[in-house]
């Protein structure tokens, strides 16, 4: 005869076993999106770096090269020097060693420095000054679009918050109600 709180038990063990694949399922998930969050917040920076390298009338290899060193050690120095590398190696256009299949942009999830790069790429094809202007404007159109960002956060903090604890505290009561129900 099966013990009465059997079935309870079973069921907190469904339970335990689902948190632990979940956990481990959105562990990857929380770390990619760390480092994109990382490299979002350093590319303004290193867009005006960029394009005060292009403004100096360097090409394009060589202001990527530049900014990389000078960022070495960062997120968006890493993906810059791995676009260096691509224009080094070349053996293409510059529109398939950044976003081409094995391109240097491959791995970048973030829709806004993919964007912005490949607008850098294109201007920068035509008159590397001019790119040099807009890449130092664009990169302060980012600074204010983050400022944006962080007010908006600022403001959705406390209603994220109360409902982060509504949730929190109702779960755990609906999840006793039924256990209780069904033993």
């Given at each position: 005869?099966?013990?009465?709180?059997a079935?309870?038990?079973?069921?907190?063990?469904?339970?335990?076993?689902?948190?632990s694949?979940?956990w481990?399922?959105?562990?990857?998930?929380?770390?990619?999106?760390?480092?994109?969050?990382?490299l979002e917040?350093?590319?303004?920076?290193?867009?005006?770096?960029?394009?005060?390298?292009?403004?100096e009338?360097?090409?394009?290899?060589?202001?990527?090269?530049?900014?990389?060193?000078?960022?070495?050690?960062?997120?968006?120095?890493?993906?810059?020097?791995?676009?260096?590398?691509s224009?080094?190696?070349?053996?293409?256009?510059?529109?398939?060693?950044?976003?081409g299949?094995r391109?240097?942009?491959?791995?970048?999830?973030?829709?806004?420095?993919?964007?912005?790069?490949?607008?850098?790429?294109?201007?920068a094809?035509?008159?590397?000054?001019?790119?040099?202007?807009?890449?130092?404007?664009m990169?302060?159109?980012?600074?204010?679009?983050?400022?944006?960002e962080?007010d908006l956060?600022?403001?959705?903090?406390?209603t994220v918050?109360?409902?982060?604890?509504?949730?929190?505290?109702?779960?755990?009561?609906?999840?006793?109600?039924?256990?209780?129900?069904?033993?």
């Open positions: 005869v099966p013990h009465p709180s079935p309870l038990f079973a069921l907190g063990g469904i339970v335990l076993l689902l948190a694949v979940l481990v399922g959105t562990r990857d998930a929380l770390r990619e999106r760390a480092r994109t969050e990382a917040k350093e590319f303004p920076d290193a867009l005006f770096q960029l394009g005060s390298r292009l403004g009338g360097r090409g394009l290899e060589d202001a990527f090269r530049s900014v990389a060193d000078g960022l070495r050690g960062t997120a968006a120095g890493d993906v810059l020097a791995r676009i260096a590398r224009l080094q190696i070349g053996g293409g256009t510059v529109e398939e060693a950044l976003f299949p391109g240097a942009l491959r791995d970048v999830p973030s829709r806004t420095v993919r964007a912005t790069l490949r607008m850098v790429v294109d201007i094809a035509k008159d590397p000054e001019t790119a040099g202007r807009a890449t130092l404007e990169s302060g159109h980012l600074r204010d679009l983050q400022g944006v962080r956060r600022a403001e959705l903090r406390p918050d109360a409902m982060r604890a509504t949730a929190m505290f109702f779960a755990p009561v609906v999840l006793g109600v039924s256990g209780a129900l069904y033993g």
